[in-house]
């Protein structure tokens, strides 16, 4: 079963940038569209953005504009980066499979924390 490895994450001021990254155990390909999910304390995970394997991004609306997805199947690993963070930003950050009956087990996630 293929395994993410996320890194990257760390504490930065409100308006900081970060770049995020997961490397996967296996083909990325293999599992199709991936997303960047977060989890802050109290609340559900959620994904945040995703990329098609031909590229097609999608963010939610608070992504937009300030994170870009990417990947490199070649090294099977996703990017995010984050740029104009936010206090509400702040959360666990995991990579997946978008499509549910393709995800795999979670990985340990790369801690984001914004401050003011």
């Known amino acids: 079963q293929v395994q993410f490895v996320e890194s990257g994450g760390g504490l930065v001021q409100a308006g900081g940038s970060l770049r995020l990254s997961c490397e996967a155990s296996?083909?990325?390909?293999?599992?199709?569209?991936i997303g960047w999910y977060r989890q802050a304390p109290g609340k559900q995970r959620e994904l945040v953005a995703s990329?098609?394997?031909?590229?097609?991004?999608k963010y939610t609306d608070s992504a937009k504009g300030r994170f870009t997805i990417s990947r490199d199947d070649a090294k099977n690993t996703a990017y995010l980066q984050m740029n104009s963070l936010k206090l509400e930003d702040t959360a666990v950050y995991y990579c997946?499979?978008?499509?549910?009956?393709?995800?795999?087990?979670w990985g340990q996630g790369t801690q984001v924390t914004v401050s003011s």
């Open positions: 997946n499979a978008e499509v549910i009956y393709l995800r795999t087990s």
């Open positions: 296996g083909s990325t390909l293999s599992l199709g569209a």
């Open positions: 990329i098609s394997t031909g590229g097609y991004t």
